[in-house]
């Protein structure tokens, strides 16, 4: 048997942080073509990416895995009590930075591949996509593999990603979908002058506060069926003006907004450039303002797939998984325009932190999950 929490020391102590590889799709493509599986490399713009199949390219009942091997920066390193990169065991419990996001997962669903397609061959296929640029741009890892998989002809019925789901407890939360991403950034720029001569100069903050306001205080909406009222957040005002005694030419701000399906980008960048150029007329500035959509809301319905996933894991946890569509962003969202993809993984509480760690039980665990959802898929 495949052991999925060796598999994950392992992958910890590849130093693979975002965009670096450090050895960890060279050790995945090690394991899986030594099972049989046919391996190919996606790498793209200096990203590696690696897609795996076991079974027949093509076949309609094909079960897809999706995850991610590059990790967030360790930050202080003083400040943790184990090595980063050293998957140390302390009372059942691993650290290392990708313990819990998500090399936990990868190595769970690898392992579970690799023993359900020996033991139990099934009629039709299994395909892994790992990529090395989840938590960077993202712009060159599922994205490149997905365009791989366009090229050669490859496809996914359904799919799977493992992302940490669960707030605290496995199997209480799985995903569904999620909401949209996007940020934009003002400029607010007015003539520079003396604070004591007001009147000569034209003052950029007032604009930028004024905007900021009727931003933070609007009401996006009040939430849909599946999903929470959405969010904008003002995260950052500046001017870079330290003196007291001088108005400043210009005045930069930015807000972050996290949308349900009752909105897309467009209409938020709609509404957001709308709202400037009002702000922008009252106080006679110039705004400019900047949009980058990270990602647009989706949602997998409620179905066969999620029911899968939900009984296989209140079979193995006793807990039957909320359907969410809560959080950030995730893979996921570049996946649901291939096939129906939902989400399910480890407890999250320590991804990203210092002393990242999981417990050892709960790989064992979610290989079983990966496991069963394979055989009760193919059966």
């Not at 417990?359 to 055989?375: F, G, S």
């Amino acid at each position: 048997m495949t052991d999925p929490v060796r598999l994950t020391a392992d992958l910890i102590r590849c130093p693979s942080v975002t965009p670096a590889e450090g050895g960890a799709l060279e050790l995945l493509e090690t394991v899986l073509s030594e099972a049989g599986f046919e391996c190919f490399r996606a790498d793209r713009g200096g990203v590696s990416n690696l897609f795996a199949r076991w079974g027949q390219k093509g076949h309609p009942r094909s079960f897809g895995f999706n995850g991610h091997t590059d990790v967030v920066p360790i930050g202080d390193e003083t400040a943790w009590t184990a090595p980063p990169f050293g998957a140390e065991i302390r009372k059942g419990v691993m650290f290392g930075r990708g313990a819990t996001d998500m090399k936990s997962a990868v190595a769970a669903f690898t392992a579970a591949a690799v023993d359900f397609v020996r033991d139990a061959p099934p009629d039709g296929a299994v395909i892994l996509t790992i990529t090395g640029d989840e938590e960077g741009d993202a712009l060159d890892g599922t994205i490149a593999l997905l365009d791989y998989m366009e090229n050669a002809g490859e496809r996914m019925s359904v799919c799977l990603v493992g992302e940490p789901t669960c707030p605290n407890a496995m199997g209480e939360m799985m995903k569904i979908g999620r909401r949209g991403s996007m940020t934009a950034w003002f400029t607010v720029t007015g003539v520079q002058g003396h604070s004591a001569y007001p009147h000569r100069a034209k003052n950029p903050l007032p604009a930028m506060v004024r905007l900021m306001d009727r931003l933070a205080t609007h009401q996006l909406d009040q939430g849909s069926d599946h999903f929470d009222a959405s969010t904008l957040a003002v995260v950052n005002v500046d001017t870079g003006n330290s003196a007291t005694n001088v108005i400043p030419a210009k005045c930069q701000g930015a807000v972050n907004i996290r949308f349900n399906d009752l909105h897309s980008g467009a209409s938020l960048s709609e509404w957001l450039n709308a709202q400037a150029t009002r702000v922008a007329e009252e106080f006679d500035v110039d705004v400019d303002t900047q949009i980058k959509i990270s990602g647009e809301s989706f949602l997998t319905p409620p179905g066969p797939l999620s029911k899968l996933v939900a009984n296989a894991v209140e079979a193995e946890t006793g807990n039957k998984p909320e359907l969410s569509t809560s959080g950030g962003t995730s893979d996921a969202r570049f996946i649901k325009d291939h096939c129906p993809v939902v989400e399910f993984g480890l407890v999250g509480r320590t991804m990203h932190q210092v002393d990242e760690c999981v417990e050892v039980a709960q790989i064992e665990q979610l290989k079983a999950i990966y496991t069963r959802i394979l055989a009760d898929y193919f059966a």
